[in-house]
């Protein structure tokens, strides 16, 4: 079993749907859990980030984690056709010297 | 303020040759990371930096890879010799301090290294 899973997608979805991307990882040492978005022939840029379990949001991105699931969770709202980029779930223990593990990201599509 | 600067962008090579990149971080960012990022997989950390020292280096593949950071400024990551596995986006990042999920990393545009 892969640390971090990570449907690849790809997925396609109309304007202004909202969007669920997941994770499921199996180390239950990670406590810090993030979003990135990449887009085509660019480096990850961070989306955002939550610590330990619970919800956070931010415009239209909401961030679940689910710890006792070991689930984590990105919803775009009113998605866009901007929105279309592969999006990569991370963790890490957050202590020092502590490893990235990053998910193998999917590819999302928000056609106008 | 200025990105995380990478170069070469795109490398072509045969395979047994060396090649080079080549990071420059975000002024003032403490730590430093280099990713390999395989076609249709996430970043895979092959060394992190906390100022000149290391941190993580443990998927490195240490025969063929090496990486210094000297002066806890600029990096460069070497491979030799190449082999056709290694072919992938090379990814520098940094984040002011320890890189906590609380500490945002930074992605340079990456280099495409293709093995032949």
């Known amino acids: 079993q892969k640390e971090v899973e990570q449907d690849p997608g790809p997925l396609s979805v109309p304007e202004g749907a909202i969007v669920s991307l997941n994770c499921t990882y199996s180390?239950?040492?990670?406590?810090?859990f993030m979003w990135y978005r990449q887009y085509s022939r660019k480096g990850p840029e961070l989306l955002m980030y939550?610590?330990?379990?619970g919800n956070k949001e931010d415009g239209r991105f909401t961030a679940q984690v689910d710890k006792s699931s070991k689930y984590i969770s990105l919803f775009i709202r009113d998605s866009q056709p901007s929105d279309s980029a592969t999006y990569l779930c991370a963790m890490t223990r957050g202590d020092y010297g502590q490893n990235f593990v990053f998910g193998p990201g999917t590819r999302l599509s928000v056609l106008p | 303020e200025a990105g995380v600067a990478q170069s070469p962008r795109y490398k072509i090579i045969e395979k047994r040759q060396s090649v080079a990149f080549w990071c420059n971080p975000i002024s003032g960012h403490a730590t430093l990371y280099w990713y390999q990022q395989i076609l249709g997989q996430g970043p895979k950390l092959l060394i992190q930096?906390?100022?000149?020292?290391?941190?993580?280096d443990s998927q490195l593949p240490k025969d063929r890879f090496s990486a210094e950071r000297l002066k806890g400024v600029d990096s460069t990551l070497k491979i030799q010799p190449a082999k056709l596995e290694d072919s992938a986006v090379y990814l520098c990042?940094?984040?002011?301090?320890?890189?906590?999920?609380?500490?945002?990393?930074?992605f340079g545009p990456g280099t495409r290294l293709t093995v032949l």
């Open positions: 990042a940094s984040s002011l301090d320890r890189g906590t999920g609380s500490n945002e990393q930074f």
């Open positions: 180390n239950s040492a990670f406590q810090y």
């Open positions: 930096f906390q100022n000149n020292g290391v941190v993580d």
């Open positions: 939550t610590y330990s379990s």
